[in-house]
T-cell receptor, first 116, second 113 residues
Framework: DAGVIQSPRHEVTEMGQEVTLRCKPI?????LFWYRQTMMRGLELLIY????????DSGMPEDRFSAKMPNASFSTLKIQPSEPRDSAVYFC??????????????FGPGTRLTVL | LAKTTQPISMDSYEGQEVNITCSHN???????ITWYQQFPSQGPRFIIQ???TKVTNEVASLFIPADRKSSTLSLPRVSLSDTAVYYC??????????????FGSGTQLTVLP
């Protein structure tokens, strides 16, 4: 398996533009997570999907952020409009939730977002 | 929510055993303790997970005392390639929540030759 795939790997955009980040989880995994990592705030959980359904989105910073998972093999994180403070590395992770592997997440390589 | 506290940084030499301790005083009954490793420009990588006592796999051991208010990640005979940030994570992912998936600030381990 190729692991969790994220695209793009790098994104540079201007303030006010819409940004869409993409994630393909590991085949067969039933849970998907979006994280944001910055020097100031560390690694923060944004949203958690279980079986394609958003379960916990309490970490989504504000209405400018939205996430979807239309099927088991694809998810998007959208920021509209983007702001400079959204600059960060965004990680997607997937997991096969079950007995004995409650927290074993597999992370993608991340998307480095720069908003000018 | 279980807040975790780890040392900000640690130095070690190649071949030594390294122990990194994480405090989590208000861990909940159903919470698991998980450790991740992160290299620069990469996503975190799962190392080990446990609930109580001791867990060992091919790369590390995890020691959890009876009160579960702390845990210690043990890396035997570290090498230069073990230089990374290590995160302690306390919580549990269920069908209804991803309780306390907060990674904290992590411990920067630097292995010296």
């Amino acid at each position: 398996d190729a692991g969790v795939i994220q695209s793009p790997r790098h994104e540079v955009t201007e303030m006010g533009q819409e940004v869409t980040l993409r994630c393909k989880p590991i085949s067969g995994h039933n849970s998907l997570f979006w994280y944001r990592q910055t020097m100031m705030r560390g690694l923060e959980l944004l949203i958690y999907f279980n079986n394609n359904v958003p379960i916990d989105d309490s970490g989504m910073p504000e209405d400018r952020f939205s996430a979807k998972m239309p099927n088991a093999s694809f998810s998007t994180l959208k920021i509209q409009p983007s702001e400079p403070r959204d600059s960060a590395v965004y990680f997607c992770a997937s997991l096969l939730r079950g007995p004995g592997s409650y927290n074993e997440q597999f992370f993608g390589p991340g998307t480095r977002l720069t908003v000018l | 929510l279980a807040k975790t506290t780890q040392p900000i940084s640690m130095d070690s030499y190649e071949g030594q055993e390294v122990n990194i301790t994480c405090s989590h005083n208000n861990i909940a009954t159903n919470d698991y303790i998980t450790w991740y490793q992160q290299f620069p420009s990469q996503g975190p990588r799962f190392i080990i997970q446990g609930y109580k006592t001791k867990v060992t796999n091919e790369v590390a051991s995890l020691f959890i005392p009876a009160d579960r208010k702390s845990s210690t990640l043990s890396l035997p005979r570290v090498s230069l390639s073990d230089t990374a940030v290590y995160y302690c994570l306390v919580g549990r992912i269920s069908s209804g929540s991803a309780r306390q998936l907060t990674f904290g600030s992590g411990t920067q381990l630097t292995v010296l030759p």
